[in-house]
């Protein structure tokens, strides 16, 4: 669940979110160990609880081919390679060549390993140059990104197909009103192009009649659309 940087806080009540961290229990030491490491680096993972949303969507479409758009040391990656089988494929990518070195010391020979790719380079190039279609993607970049992400993303989503993305709410200041007049409020504004990213592609699924979409409140806010045609 990554935040801005100036978020005082995440948009559950902590007693919430901690229960519904807790409801997400496993037999994977490998999620602990993942777990873990992020916390050591203060590095914004999905969080458990968005995770098992990610899973369960995965599921129930029976998800074969997924793709992420920023995947860090492979946390979320986690929740979707128990989602597509022993057959499936999930296509992890992150600009920092640091994260693939993590992926491969944490996962080491872990069986979910063999179902992931982790590409190292910038993900929509990756996106770009990775044949076929998807039946998931997952989008968790610069927020400032995530409008020409959304762009390029629905195109390589099958019919029927989910993109997901994290952070939507953004601390909660996706959801915060902007008085303009204030001229103080309007010049914070205007340098703030994570929220206008996060605020944007909102509207893009939202107002998108090829997609059925909603904005979940779980972790930072967890956007679902899906692909009608
Ligand atoms: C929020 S973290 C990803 C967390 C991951 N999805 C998880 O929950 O485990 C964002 C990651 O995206 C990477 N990133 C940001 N913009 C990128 C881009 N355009 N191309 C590739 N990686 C990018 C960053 O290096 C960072 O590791």
Redo the contacts with the bound molecule.
Sequence with gaps: M?LPQNALHGILHPEVQAHLHGLVQHDDALLDR?EAY?RERG?????RS??RVLELYARAIGARRVF??????????WFFARAVGPEGRVYC????EH?RVAFRELYADHPLATRIEHHV??????LATTPGEFDCI?I???KE?YPR?VEAALPRLRRGGLLLI??LLWGGRAARPVDLKDPAAAAVHAKDHATAGVVEATRLLMTDPKLCAMVLPIGDGLGVALKLE
């Excluded at 590095?43 to 969080?47: A, L, S």
């Excluded at 380079?121 to 990756?126: F, I, S, T």
């Design positions: 990554s993942l992020g590095f914004p993972i999905v969080g968005s995770g992420e758009l920023g995947s860090g040391f492979g946390f979320s990656a990518t992150d600009r920092d994260e380079g910038d993900a929509l190039e990756v997952f968790d970049v610069m990104d992400t994290d952070n």
